[in-house]
């Protein structure tokens, strides 16, 4: 495919931050391209069909705050169906290992931790003194594995790498819901009215002249502005680079790393023994452990979910070890018959992902002001969005979305002023 050049603004990635910036300028009388190194849109949303029947988010699965998702409307157009069924997080189905007792205490414990950290980044906000969120962990509290575990799946990271003032400013309305055909799948429809080229993976975007160049592995291209929305990993280790170098971005992004979560999809055999949408914690008392959602929808399936480090391990020891670890598991909270009844049928590897390097970002303590320095526009040329961009719903598919219809009127501004 030749590109379009010159063209008013390029956008770079089509995840959900480029294809709502894509959005945005739809009707503003600009000439507009998406490049994308993929071969197809959604980035790290992506919806697969693991087996006939079986619907997959290997990335984004949960329309988080779903009363503040610009999704949810989205999906209404589009006629994607809204499953608003309750998350199973807080259950353990048939008590596995896990009775209602422990799991009141551990709930509290819980409670008490974030109710410390809170308390502690609302005294730091106005002297800007951050801290990881692990000082907040009761010392010798028995549940803070777990709690770690927890922070892995949310954070991608353990509470040691957590910003607590990065944490408190995250907005939860504590509604979520999800798309019962994928989240993806949306995202990926969604785009499909944008201007695009894919395939076209973007080295360098030099600024040094009147126009900026862009250097792509389908050729060069200029544009009047630019939107990144790259993960920060790229900007990070400077696989996406810029002349002149942009060090306040680079360090920016080197603080607000992208944690990690992978999950694995397992089918079911004889699936009406499990409750539809039930829970299971592979563990207590342990960081290294997966969390399992049986029967998603109802399908005859269990999806893993690993966070942290333990996902790192499980991803370096090779295919398959995100299974046999979830089948390990299952089988000893509710018995070795499941050995026989599940079989693996797809996992992501999101910090093997050449584009993407890890799954969502958090903010390094001492660094929750680094989203504002990323997201901040370059001589009313260069413009930044994606999740880690996000004021309070960072590390989402939303808050991605709103970065890019955010750089996307910023762009608008700057070509009227
Ligand atoms: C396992 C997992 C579970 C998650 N669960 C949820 C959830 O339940 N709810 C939720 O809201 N969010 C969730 N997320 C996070 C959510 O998926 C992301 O925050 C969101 O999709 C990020 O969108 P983005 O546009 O900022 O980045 P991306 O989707 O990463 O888009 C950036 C795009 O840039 C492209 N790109 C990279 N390098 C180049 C280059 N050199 N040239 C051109 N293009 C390039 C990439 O291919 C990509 O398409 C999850 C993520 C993962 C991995």
Redesign the pocket.
């Given at each position: 495919m030749s590109l379009p050049s010159p063209v008013d603004v390029a956008i770079?990635?089509?995840?959900?931050?480029?294809l709502s910036a894509a959005h945005a300028l739809q009707n503003s009388g600009l000439s507009v391209i998406v490049?994308?190194?993929?071969d197809r849109v959604?980035?790290?949303?992506h919806t697969i069909m693991a087996a006939p029947g079986i619907t997959f988010d290997?990335?984004?699965?949960?329309l988080?705050s779903a009363d503040k998702n610009r999704f949810v409307g989205i999906a209404a157009q589009l006629n994607f169906e809204i499953d608003k069924t309750r998350p199973p997080w807080r259950e353990q189905s048939f008590d596995a290992g896990f009775p209602l007792a422990e799991r009141q205490d551990f709930v509290r414990a819980l409670d008490a931790f974030y109710g410390r950290a809170e308390q502690a980044a609302q005294k730091a906000i106005p002297s800007g003194q951050d801290e990881a969120a692990s000082d907040y962990l009761e010392p010798g509290n028995r549940w803070n594995p777990m709690i770690d575990a927890l922070s892995s799946y949310i954070n991608g990271c353990e509470l040691d790498a957590v910003s607590i003032l990065d944490m408190d400013a995250y907005e939860d309305t504590q509604i979520n819901w999800r798309v019962r055909r994928g989240?993806g799948a949306l995202i990926a429809a969604y785009g499909a009215s944008c201007p695009l080229a894919l395939n076209?993976?973007?080295?360098l975007i030099d600024h040094s002249g009147q126009q900026i160049r862009i250097e792509t592995s389908l050729g060069a291209l200029t544009a009047d502005k630019v939107i990144v929305?790259?993960?920060t990993n790229?900007i990070a280790d400077e696989?996406?680079r810029f002349h002149p170098a942009l060090p306040a971005k680079v360090d920016a992004a080197f603080g607000l790393p992208l944690g990690l979560?992978?999950?694995v999809m397992l089918a079911l055999d004889e699936p009406e023994a499990l409750p539809k949408d039930g829970n299971l914690r592979g563990a207590t008392m342990r960081t290294a452990m997966g969390s399992y959602h049986l029967r998603p929808f109802g399908q005859a399936c269990i999806e893993g979910y690993f966070g942290g480090s333990f996902a790192q391990e499980l991803e370096e020891a090779g295919p398959d070890a995100f299974a046999a670890q979830s089948i390990d598991e299952i089988a000893a909270l509710i018995g070795n018959d499941y050995r026989r009844k599940l079989k693996p049928l797809a996992e992501?590897r999101?910090s093997h992902d050449p584009?993407?390097r890890g799954?969502?970002s958090h903010a390094l303590p001492g660094h929750a002001g680094k989203r504002a320095v990323l997201a901040a526009p370059v001589d009313g040329r260069l413009f930044f969005a994606?999740?880690a961009t996000s004021p309070n719903f960072f590390?989402?598919?939303?808050?991605?979305g709103d970065s890019g219809e955010r750089a996307a009127k910023e762009v608008m501004a700057a070509v009227k002023a």
């Open positions: 770079i990635g089509a995840g959900a931050a480029g490049l994308e190194a993929r959604g980035g790290r949303a290997l990335g984004c699965g949960w988080h989240y076209c993976e973007v080295s929305t790259v993960p790229l696989l996406v979560a992978d999950k992501s999101w584009f993407a799954s969502y994606g999740e590390s989402t598919a939303h808050g991605a």
